[in-house]
């Protein structure tokens, strides 16, 4: 195991991903995906300065960016499984952002899943993850596997506070305000149809109205990067 972690930290190292663990998600994969009892998390920063401008919606800067950065964590979950794969493990790299399943707007696996068991980071009120050195201002990356990787320590408790910015941020009024927990249902954080009702009337344009932004620009542990651009 200690070559494929070499490996995989070579990986992660040529691909500019500094933020990356391991998890164990024993009981969590649905149907289908139940032979994977561990994922490998990593998140890609995005650019603060466009995230910052997303107050009122996305941007043009901000669609290249998303799309960009789609890209990017396809291809290194792409390596990632080829290097499982040589090693003798499945591997499922789960898409940056596809839909499998429209009716219910909910994809493979939830990446936010794999980066709390991973250590990553928590789920914030506006149903992101929130990592301490970046926010929400990232994108996230999963790769599925049956490799025997020791996981990280899963973070279990939101580190919002009272924090509420990206409640009253919300066009959309879809946002309840419920401190997120291990287990909880996304229903009770987010209303998914209102969010995506709005964002397909208002940003069709976007990505065909997947990208809205506002609640995430919103958060200050985010805006704590301006400080350093």
């Not at 995230?51 to 800067?61: C, I, Q, R, S, V």
């Not at 898409?95 to 789920?123: E, M, Y």
Request: net charge positive; hydrophobic share 40%.
């Amino acid at each position: 195991m200690q070559a494929l972690l070499a490996g995989i930290k070579e990986i992660m190292a040529s691909h500019g991903c500094e933020m990356f663990g391991f998890a164990d998600l024993r009981g969590l994969a649905p149907k289908g995906l139940s032979s994977f009892d561990r994922a490998i998390s990593f998140a890609i920063r995005m650019d603060p300065v466009v995230m910052a401008g997303l107050e009122h919606g996305p941007t043009p800067a901000y669609a290249v960016l998303y799309g960009q950065v789609n890209l990017r964590i396809n291809a290194l979950a792409a390596e990632l499984s080829r290097e499982l794969r040589r090693a003798g493990h499945e591997a499922w790299p789960v898409p940056a952002s596809i839909r499998s399943d429209p009716v219910n707007i909910k994809g493979d696996f939830p990446h936010k899943t794999a980066a709390t068991r991973a250590g990553l980071g928590w789920v914030g009120r506006h149903c992101q993850l929130v990592t301490r050195r970046y926010g929400p201002w990232l994108r996230l990356g999963t790769v599925l596997t049956g490799a025997p990787f020791a996981p990280g320590t899963p973070v279990e408790k939101s580190g919002c506070g009272k924090c509420m910015k990206c409640v009253q941020a919300c066009p959309a009024g879809a946002l309840s305000g419920a401190a997120w927990q291990p287990g909880l249902e996304r229903a009770v954080i987010l209303d998914a149809w209102a969010c995506d009702a709005y964002k397909k009337e208002r940003f069709k344009a976007f990505h065909g109205g997947h990208n809205c932004g506002i609640c995430t620009s919103a958060c200050p542990v985010g805006m704590k990067q301006l400080r350093y651009v």
